[in-house]
């Protein structure tokens, strides 16, 4: 109560400040006067009078200020004073406000920026019911990176025995129907689910409902559908329950429709059923499912790893060095971008100290120009702490500035971002409250991180000094604190670009080292053909004819695409003894015969496969160097014997799978990406594959003598006068795919790149702006220097070797700091080593030849003094 | 000591000023003197914690203000105790009254 009266007084007195002011000057004065008279009944004059009461009762002015100031709407007048009287000084320097307010903009938009992406991306609980207790679970061999999938038996141990979840799923995503009867064939992509996933995750059908239990044991027949697909190719159909869609040639009714899921599997357009009837799908050495479980509330992730890892161990043949892993749902989304996102923000967050560091110089420089105000206003009777303030708020006006314009930079730069890069739960990515209130945050502390340097310089003006000479200040911008902010971000300038540096390295490293192919002039597209059967018949003839056609000169079919992806085998030899327990996994792939020839490798020893090694020759292999390496070091692998039984699904073979000679050795390839090292890899015919599982579908490989696109349409039109219903997805050239598949690195580099040249050129600016300050104010002393007589040489190497010697130590910093810090970033790099010699070359001597030339700029100002012009300016 | 006037008690002044108050509505100068007359001059009131004082207990809404004519016929603000002032003033110097009472046995015990 008292207090609600206490602001409708504030606020009155605030609103009504005129009258309430001669009120009280009316008031004063009435008490002056009463106590005036009354001693001037005791026989005083009048003007003694007033002068005694003044004494005893103080002075009317201050008592005034003092009533004044006493409410709280003083300090927001005074604030409010501040703020316009800020803005009037930043309005009078349009030059410094411009420059100071771009680079705060470009530091608070960039960190606010990247702060979006990594708070929709990594920060942001996935939108699920209780999705901080949902965990991917797979399982690992101790030592070994490799993830083990599960099989479908596995799971059922886990969901039977396990007491930790609340509910358990499978699924599989990543393969696709083709559906026919409207229009040309097209890919649906699939993502195969068990009855639990949708309740596990809390999503109800948007339309129509899900499978029924039961249901699960018949393939087909009824299909529930994704938002995406229902609006995008269905376009929104309101009677769409009860539609039949003819997927794989069965006619299959829709019975529900799926409300969006963004941040998983968004590429879904149907979510079919894991049917566990499948002879494949029994095979308790087949893991290829991806389970997902939820929690109940108390149990520890540790615990559940134990549970399941002793319920994995009960099963038969179980390595006792294999155990499972949980690992937050949300981390498994987003765990191949982590690394790059933080490696950005380390960046970006040191672009915001540059920018700390270059306003808080210039306006060091500005304050130096102010003491002589300052000074006035001490002498005045202005107080420290009112001049703190008002410095401050100054400060504040000038980041909200930076702020509100690096808001707008960041909402636009956040948007391209999106764009450019393909990074997951990308669809939630936004400014939204958090990245305002993050944006506010850094905008007050950037104000009041600016305003420290120059406010203490403040505090210490020598008011007597400042009065008598009128003239600027020349030690306070050449003086140790300036110094000490020019280095510190010259030194933070180094340490992001030697980041940007190595990345950038890395990055044309896994363009450019060998990839053991030539991926110009290929073209590739995916076939996928769920009919095995027409697939035998299919696929021969298709890179029969594709060879054919004019300007190809050679066609083949892979499992694989060369830098991006590869399939997992596991090994058994015949020359050795096997622990079936510790089964080696190397990366295997089904080629037709002039694969090799197609993406272009290099046959080190033996022979490539021919046609002729089909389904009624001898079994055989091509491995290549390096699993060569691995397995026969020092010895010709050519004519050993190995067995090769591939893990996947669909897998589907009974007994031991049969042993092959190697026929051949093939040069390293980089199968799973251009920057990873190339590990153990082998190749086996397709015509051999007795799972028939390969003949589900193929990567098309079509090297060409001219430009790869022309011939998209003649191969497209081949491959549909050869089956009429087969879809073709990812028509590409191969340099397209692996730009596609490099892209997180690429966008890492570019970003860190790119702040790593806004901190040089702020560097530069902090630099030229320093030498070109500190010789307007020496033209006085450069003048007397040439009329001694030095030469103008002289004066540049003077001016010059000041502004060396602080990048210099500010480079020498940076390259310690960079020393000490990359080892950090290990994980991020490829084929350059954290200290790699050539980026710690580079950077330093760009470094020293961008503080030459801006030194160099104002220090030839300085060697053009006329000394008579010089010496007559005082 | 007793020759200079002595600060007042810290929180003391709106109680006396209310004091006063209760007799009849008074103006700023009105208070000052009547308060230096009943403490027989060991009290003088600087102007501004004077002014300040009266601010702050109509905000508070103890007192209210009004601009009346005084017997010299000149225009002055006339502050008066509302109900609210009343009420206050009988609490405050009960309280007063049961510290000073305290205050004093404790002293004398000693």
């Given at each position: 109560?008292?207090?609600?009266?206490?602001?409708?007084?504030?606020?009155?007195?605030?609103?009504?400040?005129?009258?309430?002011?001669?009120?009280?000057?009316?008031?004063?004065?009435?008490?002056?006067?009463?106590?005036?008279?009354?001693?001037?009944?005791?026989?005083?004059?009048?003007?003694?009078?007033?002068?005694?009461?003044?004494?005893?009762?103080?002075?009317?002015?201050?008592?005034?200020?003092?009533?004044?100031?006493?409410?709280?709407?003083?300090?927001?007048?005074?604030?409010?004073?501040?703020?316009?009287?800020?803005?009037?000084?930043?309005?009078?320097?349009?030059?410094?406000?411009?420059?100071?307010?771009?680079?705060?903009?470009?530091?608070?938009?960039?960190?606010?920026?990247?702060?979006?992406?990594?708070?929709?991306?990594?920060?942001?609980?996935?939108?699920?019911?209780?999705?901080?207790?949902?965990?991917?679970?797979?399982?690992?061999?101790?030592?070994?990176?490799?993830?083990?999938?599960?099989?479908?038996?596995?799971?059922?141990?886990?969901?039977?025995?396990?007491?930790?979840?609340?509910?358990?799923?499978?699924?599989?995503?990543?393969?696709?129907?083709?559906?026919?009867?409207?229009?040309?064939?097209?890919?649906?992509?699939?993502?195969?689910?068990?009855?639990?996933?949708?309740?596990?995750?809390?999503?109800?059908?948007?339309?129509?409902?899900?499978?029924?239990?039961?249901?699960?044991?018949?393939?087909?027949?009824?299909?529930?559908?994704?938002?995406?697909?229902?609006?995008?190719?269905?376009?929104?159909?309101?009677?769409?329950?009860?539609?039949?869609?003819?997927?794989?040639?069965?006619?299959?009714?829709?019975?529900?429709?799926?409300?969006?899921?963004?941040?998983?599997?968004?590429?879904?357009?149907?979510?079919?059923?894991?049917?566990?009837?499948?002879?494949?799908?029994?095979?308790?050495?087949?893991?290829?499912?991806?389970?997902?479980?939820?929690?109940?509330?108390?149990?520890?992730?540790?615990?559940?790893?134990?549970?399941?890892?002793?319920?994995?161990?009960?099963?038969?043949?179980?390595?006792?060095?294999?155990?499972?892993?949980?690992?937050?749902?949300?981390?498994?989304?987003?765990?191949?971008?982590?690394?790059?996102?933080?490696?950005?923000?380390?960046?970006?967050?040191?672009?915001?100290?540059?920018?700390?560091?270059?306003?808080?110089?210039?306006?060091?420089?500005?304050?130096?120009?102010?003491?002589?105000?300052?000074?006035?206003?001490?002498?005045?009777?202005?107080?420290?702490?009112?001049?703190?303030?008002?410095?401050?708020?100054?400060?504040?006006?000038?980041?909200?500035?930076?702020?509100?314009?690096?808001?707008?930079?960041?909402?636009?730069?956040?948007?391209?971002?999106?764009?450019?890069?393909?990074?997951?739960?990308?669809?939630?990515?936004?400014?939204?409250?958090?990245?305002?209130?993050?944006?506010?945050?850094?905008?007050?502390?950037?104000?009041?991180?600016?305003?420290?340097?120059?406010?203490?310089?403040?505090?210490?003006?020598?008011?007597?000094?400042?009065?008598?000479?009128?003239?600027?200040?020349?030690?306070?911008?050449?003086?140790?604190?300036?110094?000490?902010?020019?280095?510190?971000?010259?030194?933070?300038?180094v340490?992001?670009?030697v980041?940007?540096g190595l990345?950038?390295?890395?990055?044309?490293?896994?363009?450019?080292?060998?990839?053991?192919?030539?991926?110009?002039?290929?073209?590739?597209?995916?076939?996928?053909?769920?009919?095995?059967?027409?697939?035998?018949?299919?696929?021969?003839?298709?890179?029969?004819?594709?060879?054919?056609?004019?300007?190809?000169?050679?066609?083949?079919?892979?499992?694989?695409?060369?830098?991006?992806?590869?399939?997992?085998?596991?090994?058994?030899?015949?020359?050795?003894?096997?622990?079936?327990?510790?089964?080696?996994?190397?990366?295997?792939?089904?080629?037709?015969?002039?694969?090799?020839?197609?993406?272009?490798?290099?046959?080190?020893?033996?022979?490539?496969?021919?046609?002729?090694?089909?389904?009624?020759?001898?079994?055989?292999?091509?491995?290549?160097?390096?699993?060569?390496?691995?397995?026969?070091?020092?010895?010709?692998?050519?004519?050993?014997?190995?067995?090769?039984?591939?893990?996947?699904?669909?897998?589907?073979?009974?007994?031991?799978?049969?042993?092959?000679?190697?026929?051949?050795?093939?040069?390293?390839?980089?199968?799973?990406?251009?920057?990873?090292?190339?590990?153990?890899?082998?190749?086996?015919?397709?015509?051999?594959?007795?799972?028939?599982?390969?003949?589900?579908?193929?990567?098309?490989?079509?090297?060409?003598?001219?430009?790869?696109?022309?011939?998209?349409?003649?191969?497209?039109?081949?491959?549909?006068?050869?089956?009429?219903?087969?879809?073709?997805?990812?028509?590409?050239?191969?340099?397209?795919?692996?730009?596609?598949?490099?892209?997180?690195?690429?966008?890492?580099?570019?970003?860190?790149?790119?702040?790593?040249?806004?901190?040089?050129?702020?560097?530069?600016?902090?630099?030229?702006?320093?030498?070109?300050?500190?010789?307007?104010?020496?033209?006085?002393?450069?003048?007397?220097?040439?009329?001694?007589?030095?030469?103008?040489?002289?004066?540049?190497?003077?001016?010059?070797?000041?502004?060396?010697?602080?990048?210099?130590?500010?480079?020498?910093?940076?390259v310690?700091?960079s020393l000490?810090?990359t080892?950090?970033?290990?994980?991020?790099?490829?084929?350059?080593g954290p200290n790699d010699p050539l980026t710690f070359a580079v950077i330093p001597l760009?470094?020293?030849?961008?503080?030459?030339?801006?030194?160099?700029?104002?220090?030839?100002?300085?060697?053009?003094?006329?000394?008579?012009?010089?010496?007559?300016?005082? | 000591?007793?020759?200079?006037?002595?600060?007042?008690?810290?929180?003391?002044?709106?109680?006396?000023?209310?004091?006063?108050?209760?007799?009849?509505?008074?103006?700023?100068?009105?208070?000052?003197?009547?308060?230096?007359?009943?403490?027989?001059?060991?009290?003088?009131?600087?102007?501004?914690?004077?002014?300040?004082?009266?601010?702050?207990?109509?905000?508070?809404?103890?007192?209210?203000?009004?601009?009346?004519?005084?017997?010299?016929?000149?225009?002055?603000?006339?502050?008066?105790?509302?109900?609210?002032?009343?009420?206050?003033?009988?609490?405050?110097?009960?309280?007063?009254?049961?510290?000073?009472?305290?205050?004093?046995?404790?002293?004398?015990?000693?």
């Open positions: 109560m008292s207090l609600l009266r206490s602001m409708m007084g504030g606020l009155r007195s605030l609103f009504r400040k005129e009258r309430l002011s001669q009120e009280l000057d009316e008031e004063l004065n009435g008490f002056l006067e009463m106590a005036a008279e009354e001693k001037m009944k005791e026989g005083m004059s009048r003007k003694d009078a007033l002068r005694a009461v003044r004494l005893e009762r103080g002075s009317l002015e201050v008592t005034k200020e003092v009533v004044r100031s006493a409410g709280w709407e003083s300090l927001v007048e005074t604030c409010w004073q501040d703020l316009r009287f800020g803005f009037r000084t930043l309005c009078k320097s349009p030059g410094f406000t411009a420059v100071a307010v771009m680079t705060l903009a470009l530091g608070i938009g960039a960190n606010t920026a990247v702060f979006t992406v990594v708070e929709s991306v990594l920060l942001r609980p996935l939108p699920f019911q209780d999705s901080a207790r949902l965990f991917a679970i797979w399982a690992a061999q101790k030592g070994q990176p490799d993830r083990i999938g599960s099989s479908l038996p596995e799971f059922e141990d886990y969901k039977d025995q396990s007491h930790s979840f609340e509910y358990i799923a499978n699924m599989l995503s990543g393969w696709t129907y083709t559906w026919t009867g409207q229009g040309e064939p097209r890919t649906v992509n699939c993502t195969g689910i068990s009855y639990d996933f949708f309740s596990m995750l809390g999503v109800r059908p948007y339309l129509g409902r899900l499978y029924e239990p039961e249901e699960y044991h018949v393939d087909g027949v009824q299909v529930v559908i994704s938002h995406r697909f229902w609006k995008e190719r269905l376009g929104s159909d309101p009677h769409v329950i009860g539609r039949i869609l003819n997927l794989d040639g069965t006619a299959q009714t829709v019975i529900g429709v799926m409300p969006l899921v963004p941040d998983l599997f968004p590429e879904t357009d149907v979510w079919a059923k894991m049917v566990p009837d499948f002879r494949w799908m029994r095979m308790r050495g087949n893991k290829f499912l991806d389970l997902v479980g939820r929690l109940k509330p108390g149990v520890t992730r540790e615990q559940a790893e134990q549970e399941l890892t002793a319920i994995l161990h009960r099963g038969p043949g179980e390595s006792p060095e294999v155990s499972v892993h949980l690992v937050p749902l949300k981390d498994e989304l987003t765990g191949n971008v982590r690394s790059q996102l933080q490696i950005v923000m380390a960046a970006v967050a040191l672009v915001l100290l540059i920018t700390c560091a270059n306003v808080a110089y210039l306006l060091l420089a500005r304050s130096s120009k102010r003491q002589s105000e300052i000074a006035l206003r001490v002498s005045l009777g202005a107080g420290k702490g009112r001049l703190l303030r008002q410095f401050i708020t100054e400060n504040l006006v000038l980041a909200t500035l930076g702020g509100v314009a690096g808001l707008v930079l960041a909402v636009g730069s956040v948007r391209l971002f999106d764009r450019i890069s393909s990074l997951p739960r990308s669809a939630s990515i936004g400014v939204d409250v958090y990245a305002l209130f993050f944006a506010l945050s850094i905008t007050i502390l950037t104000g009041l991180l600016v305003a420290l340097a120059p406010s203490a310089a403040f505090s210490r003006v020598d008011l007597i000094a400042r009065l008598k000479t009128g003239r600027h200040e020349v030690g306070s911008v050449g003086g140790p604190r300036s110094r000490l902010l020019l280095v510190s971000e010259i030194s933070l300038a340490v992001l670009s980041a940007a990345l950038l390295r890395s990055f044309r490293q896994a363009e450019h080292l060998d990839p053991g192919f030539r991926p110009d002039h290929l073209l590739t597209a995916y076939l996928r053909n769920n009919d095995w059967r027409a697939g035998r018949l299919f696929f021969p003839e298709l890179v029969e004819q594709t060879s054919e056609l004019p300007g190809v000169s050679a066609a083949a079919l892979g499992k694989c695409i060369p830098g991006v992806y590869a399939p997992t085998a596991t090994l058994v030899f015949s020359d050795r003894l096997n622990d079936s327990l510790n089964v080696p996994s190397v990366e295997a792939c089904w080629i037709s015969s002039d694969f090799f020839k197609a993406i272009g490798a290099r046959l080190v020893k033996g022979r490539f496969f021919t046609i002729h090694d089909d389904a009624n020759s001898p079994a055989v292999v091509i491995v290549n160097q390096a699993l060569a390496e691995s397995y026969w070091p020092g010895h010709n692998p050519i004519g050993a014997q190995i067995a090769v039984d591939y893990v996947g699904a669909g897998r589907n073979i009974a007994g031991a799978p049969r042993f092959r000679e190697v026929v051949g050795v093939v040069a390293d390839v980089k199968q799973k990406g251009l920057d990873r090292a190339a590990e153990p890899a082998l190749y086996t015919p397709y015509l051999q594959d007795e799972t028939n599982h390969a003949f589900a579908g193929f990567n098309l490989f079509v090297r060409t003598t001219g430009p790869p696109t022309s011939f998209a349409g003649t191969v497209r039109a081949l491959v549909q006068s050869l089956r009429s219903d087969q879809p073709i997805d990812a028509m590409q050239t191969m340099n397209d795919a692996l730009f596609r598949a490099l892209a997180p690195r690429r966008i890492s580099g570019v970003l860190v790149g790119s702040f790593a040249g806004l901190a040089l050129i702020l560097s530069a600016i902090g630099i030229f702006g320093m030498i070109a300050y500190a010789v307007s104010q020496r033209t006085h002393e450069f003048g007397v220097r040439m009329a001694l007589g030095a030469r103008q040489q002289d004066v540049l190497q003077m001016v010059i070797g000041a502004g060396l010697k602080i990048a210099a130590t500010g480079v020498f910093v940076g310690g700091a000490a810090l080892r950090f970033m290990r994980s991020l790099l490829y084929a350059v760009l470094f020293a030849l961008v503080a030459l030339a801006a030194c160099y700029i104002p220090a030839r100002r300085a060697m053009r003094v006329d000394p008579i012009v010089a010496l007559r300016c005082e | 000591m007793a020759d200079k006037p002595s600060d007042l008690v810290q929180g003391t002044l709106d109680m006396l000023i209310l004091k006063t108050l209760a007799l009849e509505p008074m103006h700023g100068y009105g208070i000052a003197v009547r308060l230096e007359q009943m403490s027989t001059g060991v009290f003088r009131l600087n102007a501004g914690s004077l002014f300040v004082a009266f601010q702050r207990l109509q905000r508070a809404g103890l007192i209210r203000s009004e601009w009346k004519a005084t017997e010299n016929s000149r225009r002055a603000k006339y502050y008066a105790l509302t109900e609210q002032g009343r009420k206050r003033l009988d609490t405050e110097t009960r309280e007063w009254g049961r510290q000073v009472a305290a205050i004093a046995r404790i002293l004398e015990a000693s």
